[in-house]
C-alpha cells in the first residue's frame, strides 16, 4: 500500500493475522500519533522508555521500527486542513497496532470528536482502561492498593453514538411529532432529543472480549455494570445479554453468582470465574468501599466513561491512567487525558498516562517483559520521590523533574 505522507519503515515486518491470533515479528512495525498540545512531549519521553525497555528485555534480538502517522492538529498542516486523514485510518489497518498521543478536536463543526470518530471509523468497539496503584502515589483512598481493576467500555454504541436532534431543528419536531403522536410519549416542549441504541451484538462482543480477557490473565470475576433497573430494555438488556453470552460460549469455565452461593457456598471452584452485575450508581460506591472484590468491569458506553475517570482518580489521577481502544485485532493505545495546550512545549507534563499506554500495547503483542520491567521502574522511581509538578505538588520531600528528567529516571531504573 502506498501513502503520500506516512513512511513506512522498510527495516522493519508488519504485524499480521492468522488463524484468529496476531503473528509479531521480532522487529514490528508500530504506528505512532504523536499528537496535540503536550503531545509530543509525552511523545518523546515515552517512546524512549518503550526503546529502551526493549533493549533492556531482549540485548537487540527484538526491536521497535516506528512509523509516524497523523492526526489532529500536525495532520491539518500535512493534508491540507484535514484533521483525520484517510490514509492514516488506512495506515492504522495496515499495521494493526498504533499508539497515539491526546488529540485537539477543531472548533466549527465537522467532528463531534475526532477519538470519537477513530472509534466508529475503525470499528475500535472495546475502551480498554486497566486501573492498578502504585506504592507511594499520591491518592485520596485509605487503601488504594485494593484497587486493580480494568474496564471494557463498550464504544460504539449508547449516547455517544451521535444519534441527537437539536431542539427546534425540522428534524427534532419530526421525531417529537412521532413520538407524541404515534408513540403516545409525553415530554416537555422544545427538548433536545437523543436515541441510545444497545444491540446484542454490540454488547456481546464487549462481554466476549472482556470474559476472554479474564481467561487469559487469571482474573477471577467479570461484574456487568448497567442500570438496568431503569432502562430495562437497553442497560437491561445489555445485563441479560452478558450473561447469555457467558453461558452460551463460556459456559464451561464461567459461574454466575447465584450459582456461586447456591452450589459453592460462596468459594469460587478452581478455574471458574464468576459471572455478575451490579447497579452503574452502587459500583461507584462500591469502587470506594470494597474495590478488591471487583477484577474485569464491562459496561455500556456513558457508564464506563464516568466509571473509568473515578477510578483513575483513587490511583493517582488521569496523568498516570493507560487506555486502549480495540476492535477484534487492530488495537489503537492512547493517552487518556486531554492535550493540556497551557503546558505544551514546556517539557513539564507527566508522561505516564502515555507510557503505560504502551504497556498495554507490548502486552497486547505478547512482549510482557516489557512492561513488567517499565513497571518495576516507575515503582522505583515513585519511591526515591523523584516526580512531575503534578505529584510533587502533593508529596513532602519529592524531587521535582520535567517530563524529559522523569524518562531520564525511569530509563536509569529499568
Known amino acids: 500500500m502506498s501513502y503520500r505522507h506516512v513512511k513506512i519503515p522498510e527495516s522493519g515486518q508488519k504485524i499480521t493475522v492468522s488463524d484468529n491470533r496476531l503473528n509479531v515479528p521480532d522487529n514490528p512495525i508500530l504506528g505512532f500519533v504523536e499528537g496535540d498540545g503536550i503531545g509530543p512531549d509525552i511523545t518523546r519521553a515515552a517512546m524512549r522508555v518503550w526503546n529502551a525497555a526493549v533493549e533492556k528485555a531482549y540485548g537487540g534480538n527484538r526491536k521497535v521500527h516506528w512509523a509516524e502517522l497523523y492526526l489532529g492538529e500536525k495532520a491539518a498542516g500535512i493534508y491540507e486542513g484535514d484533521y483525520f486523514p484517510a490514509e492514516t485510518l488506512d495506515a492504522i489497518r495496515d499495521l494493526i497496532v498504533a499508539i497515539k498521543g491526546p488529540l ?26 486497566p486501573v492498578e496503584y502504585f506504592d507511594g502515589v499520591p491518592s485520596p483512598m485509605k487503601r488504594p492498593e485494593e484497587v486493580n481493576a480494568i474496564i471494557f467500555r463498550e464504544n460504539t454504541e449508547d449516547v455517544y453514538c451521535g444519534i441527537e436532534y437539536q431542539s427546534g431543528t425540522p428534524e427534532n419536531q419530526k421525531l417529537a411529532k412521532f413520538l407524541r403522536e404515534e408513540m403516545g410519549v409525553d415530554f416537555f416542549q422544545d427538548a433536545g432529543l437523543g436515541i441510545k441504541p444497545i444491540s446484542p451484538f454490540g454488547s456481546k462482543r464487549l462481554v466476549r472480549k472482556a470474559i476472554q480477557y479474564a481467561i487469559d490473565n487469571g482474573r477471577k470475576s467479570v461484574t456487568l455494570v448497567h442500570k438496568g433497573n431503569i432502562m430495562k430494555f437497553t442497560e437491561g438488556a445489555f ?12 459456559g464451561d469455565v464461567t459461574i454466575t453468582e447465584d450459582e456461586l452461593w447456591e452450589k459453592y457456598d460462596g468459594k469460587p471452584p478452581e478455574g471458574k470465574i ?3 452485575d451490579r447497579i452503574a450508581d452502587i459500583m461507584f460506591q462500591l469502587m470506594q468501599l470494597r474495590p ?11 457508564n464506563g466513561d464516568y466509571l473509568s475517570d473515578a477510578m483513575a482518580a483513587e490511583v493517582g489521577g488521569m496523568g498516570i491512567a493507560p487506555g486502549a ?4 485485532h487492530v488495537a489503537v493505545f492512547e493517552a487518556t487525558h486531554g492535550t493540556a495546550p497551557k503546558y505544551a512545549n514546556l517539557d513539564k507534563v507527566n508522561p505516564s498516562s502515555l507510557m503505560f499506554s504502551g504497556s498495554m500495547m507490548f502486552d497486547y503483542i505478547g512482549w510482557r517483559e516489557v512492561s513488567e520491567l517499565i513497571s518495576q521502574a516507575f515503582a522505583k ?19 521535582e523533574v520535567s517530563t524529559s528528567g522523569f524518562a531520564d529516571a525511569l530509563i536509569e531504573r529499568l
Open 104 to 129: 485537539t478536536t477543531p472548533i466549527g463543526g465537522g467532528f463531534r470528536s475526532l477519538n470519537v470518530s477513530l472509534r466508529q471509523e475503525l470499528d475500535l468497539y472495546a475502551c480498554v482502561r
Open 274 to 276: 464468576v459471572i455478575n
Open 325 to 328: 481502544n480495540m476492535a477484534d
Open 381 to 399: 522511581t515513585i519511591a526515591a520521590g523523584i516526580v512531575t509538578y503534578d505529584f510533587a505538588r502533593q508529596m513532602e520531600g519529592a524531587t
Open 239 to 250: 445485563r441479560n445479554w452478558g450473561y447469555e453470552l457467558a453461558r452460551e460460549e463460556f
Open 292 to 302: 478488591a472484590e471487583f477484577e474485569v468491569l464491562a459496561t455500556m458506553n456513558l
